[in-house]
């Protein structure tokens, strides 16, 4: 059996470490994942993240406000 590093897309953040990660408050990180509005699961009745879940989230976010910006610059 292998074990995964703490380190890239493998890693498993907490509440916590996200939101410090996206420098939002516990409590925003808390409604976006009950909200389904960030990639977040259950472990043991705690939200738990993956890194390259949060990265690729982000990275659409990022896609949809260009596009949002662009359009109404024309």
Known sequence: MTQTTSTGEAEIL?????????????RTIYRLAASEGIPA???????????GDLDH?????????????N???E
């Open 14 to 26: 907490t509440i916590k470490q996200v939101a410090l990660y996206l420098q939002v408050t516990e």
């Open 41 to 51: 699961f259950k472990v043991g009745g705690s939200w738990r993240f993956r890194r």
């Open 57 to 69: 989230w982000i990275a659409g976010r990022i896609g949809k406000t260009s596009s949002a910006e």
């Open 71 to 73: 359009e109404g610059a």
